[in-house]
C-alpha cells in the first residue's frame, strides 16, 4: 500500500495518506480499521481506501489512493461506494467524511458526485529559512528545554490535551500516540521544544519539529530535506504571553541549524489565530487539503 501511496504522491505533488494512515499501515492501528483493495485483472494493486471507524464524534473517515496507470476506470468511485456502504452498516445515520490530499480537482468532482459536500479546510504553509528569522523573547520566568524521553511523557500528553481541547484530532492523542511517534527514524529530542516555568517546572507550552527527507532516509522522500512546524502548543493559561511567537521562533532557529533551507506547516483554515501568527512569522500558503463530508439526515426514531 506505500509503495502504491509513494507512486500516486510522486504524480500529484501530494502525498494522498496522512501520517496516521501510514502509521497504523506501518504498526498497526484500530481494529475497527477497514481496508479495501482493488486490483487489476492481473491481480496488482490498482487502488486503496483506508476507512476510520473508530471516531463516535465525527464519525467514519475514508482515504482513498488509485494508482496513477489505473485511474479512469472507476476504481476511486468503487471504493468510495464500497466506503459508504460499511459506514451505512457501522454508523446509524451512515456518516462518512473522506480527505482529498492536495485539493485536487478529481477527488473534489468524485466527492461532491457522490453527494459529499466541502467542510473542512487543513492549509499547508511555508517559508525560507534563509529569510530573517524572527527575534522574540521568552516571557519572564520562563525557560526552554529539549523533551526528555520516559520523563516529560505523561506531563507532555496531558498539556497536549489542554492545549488542543477544542481540536477534533491532536487533542485526543494518548502516550501510545506519542511513543509510536517516538519510535519513527525522524524522532529527534533535540527539536522537540520545551517552555517550562522556572519556578515550579509545569510545562507550559511547545514546539515538536519534524525533518521530512533526511538525509539518511532519501529512500522515502523524492525531495530535498525539509524541516516543519509538527506540533506547537501552548496552555491556555499562557496565551496571550507572547510565548507562541517565541517558540516558533526558537523551532524555526534550530531547523536553520540543522542546515534546513525551508519550513512548513499544516494548520486549520478556520484556526484564524493561528494562521495570523504564522502570517506574521513569514509563511505563505502553499497546498490545501480538504475533508469532505458525507450529507447525511438525522437519526429518527422509525429509522433506528
Request: avoid cysteine.
Amino acid at each position: 500500500m506505500l509503495t502504491l501511496a509513494q507512486a500516486a504522491g510522486d504524480t500529484d505533488g501530494a502525498y494522498p495518506l496522512s501520517e496516521h494512515v501510514v502509521l497504523h499501515l506501518r504498526h498497526g492501528g484500530d481494529a475497527p480499521a477497514v481496508h479495501l483493495l482493488a486490483r487489476d485483472q492481473d491481480g496488482v494493486l490498482a487502488g486503496y481506501a483506508h476507512l476510520d471507524t473508530t471516531d463516535e464524534v465525527e464519525g467514519a473517515s475514508a482515504e482513498v489512493v488509485v494508482h496513477p496507470l489505473r485511474r479512469r476506470r472507476g476504481l476511486g468511485r468503487a471504493l468510495v461506494r464500497t466506503a459508504m456502504d460499511v459506514a451505512d452498516k457501522t454508523d446509524p445515520r451512515g456518516r462518512l467524511r473522506l480527505w482529498a490530499h492536495g485539493d485536487h480537482p478529481s477527488a473534489g468532482a468524485l466527492a461532491l458526485g457522490l453527494g459529499f459536500v466541502r467542510d473542512r479546510v487543513l492549509l499547508q504553509m511555508r517559508r525560507s529559512l534563509f529569510a530573517p528569522l524572527p527575534e522574540s523573547r521568552l516571557p519572564d520566568g520562563v525557560a526552554l528545554r529539549p523533551f526528555q524521553p520516559g520523563a516529560d511523557d505523561e506531563a507532555w500528553v496531558a498539556l497536549n490535551a489542554r492545549a488542543f481541547a477544542d481540536h477534533p484530532d491532536q487533542g485526543r492523542w494518548t502516550l501510545h500516540d506519542l511513543r509510536l511517534r517516538m519510535a519513527e527514524p525522524w524522532f529527534d529530542p533535540a527539536g522537540f521544544l520545551l517552555a517550562v516555568d522556572e519556578a515550579s517546572g509545569r510545562l507550559l507550552g511547545f514546539h515538536w519539529t519534524k525533518v521530512h527527507g533526511d538525509r539518511g532516509h532519501h529512500h522515502e522522500h523524492q525531495h530535498e530535506p525539509i524541516g516543519e512546524v509538527y506540533v506547537l502548543g501552548i496552555d491556555p493559561d499562557a496565551h496571550g504571553t507572547g510565548l507562541g511567537s517565541a517558540l516558533t521562533a526558537a523551532g524555526l532557529r534550530h531547523l536553520r541549524g540543522r542546515g534546513l533551507d525551508q519550513a512548513m506547516l499544516y494548520v486549520d483554515e478556520s484556526n484564524v489565530r493561528a494562521v495570523a501568527l504564522y502570517t506574521r512569522l513569514g509563511f505563505a500558503r502553499w497546498s490545501t487539503d480538504v475533508s469532505y463530508r458525507r450529507v447525511v439526515h438525522p437519526v429518527t426514531a422509525a429509522s433506528r
